[in-house]
Antibody
Framework: EVQLVESGGGLVQPGGSLKLSCAAS????????MHWVRQASGKGLEWVGR??????????AYAASVKGRFTISRDDSKNTAYLQMNSLKTEDTAVYYC??????????WGQGTLVTVSS | QSALTQPASVSGSPGQSITISCTGT?????????VSWYQQHPGKAPKLMIY???NRPSGVSNRFSGSKSGNTASLTISGLQAEDEADYYC??????????FGGGTKLTVL
């Protein structure tokens, strides 16, 4: 059974940093791309970014709204993906989902972790 | 990258069919056969329903189907059931090698 478990969410002040983790099991982690998608309360889904597999040079891409502030990485030896978030803004407040992907779609989703940016 | 355009809400009675549209541009929906659809019930994570325009993952009911014409993709749900009431989102790969979602459509089963 595929499992994706996000952790690291919480309350952070504007301008602060937070690092989310996504522990994966039940599938070939090293062969999949990993994405992060967020959803503000009562709002729609917003793609944040992704990191491809080693075979695809660990290529990353980001949404314009987070580019330069967020960094996605992965550790295939630990079956874990990360989302480093810096210079956080109040508008970054959302539930953050990690997702595994073998194509141009989002196969399996974690349950999400809440990030609240507030003073 | 602007969000894809979906109707805010659609509704239908049990047993009927409904269609949700998803309009983009030639840089996303129209340029690639990489449109996918997701179902999200309140308080739950989204679930993949359709990928690559018209393919259903294993376990998804054949009442769900997808199609595309030009810059607009569509999700059709036939034989509506109460459990289909949820939010639905489309997504597309883009020419910038990113992904973009639609704004979401709330489906109400009357």
């Amino acid at each position: 059974e595929v499992q994706l478990v996000e952790s690291g969410g919480g309350l952070v002040q504007p301008g602060g940093s937070l690092k989310l983790s996504c522990a994966a099991s039940g599938f070939t982690f090293s062969g999949s791309a990993m994405h992060w998608v967020r959803q503000a309360s009562g709002k729609g889904l917003e793609w944040v970014g992704r990191i491809r597999s080693k075979a695809n040079s660990y290529a990353t891409a980001y949404a314009a709204s987070v580019k330069g502030r967020f960094t996605i990485s992965r550790d295939d030896s630990k079956n874990t993906a990360y989302l480093q978030m810096n210079s956080l803004k109040t508008e970054d407040t959302a539930v953050y989902y990690c997702i595994c992907s073998y194509g141009f779609y989002f196969d399996y989703w974690g349950q999400g972790t809440l990030v609240t940016v507030s003073s | 990258q602007s969000a894809l355009t979906q109707p805010a809400s659609v509704s239908g009675s049990p047993g009927q069919s409904i269609t949700i549209s998803c309009t983009g541009t030639s840089s996303d929906v129209g340029g690639y056969n990489y449109v996918s659809w997701y179902q999200q019930h309140p308080g739950k994570a989204p679930k993949l329903m359709i990928y690559d325009v018209s393919n259903r993952p294993s376990g998804v009911s054949n009442r769900f189907s997808g199609s595309k014409s030009g810059n607009t993709a569509s999700l059709t749900i036939s034989g509506l059931q109460a459990e289909d009431e949820a939010d639905y989102y489309c997504s597309s790969y883009t020419s910038s090698s990113t992904q973009v979602f639609g704004g979401g459509t709330k489906l109400t089963v009357l």
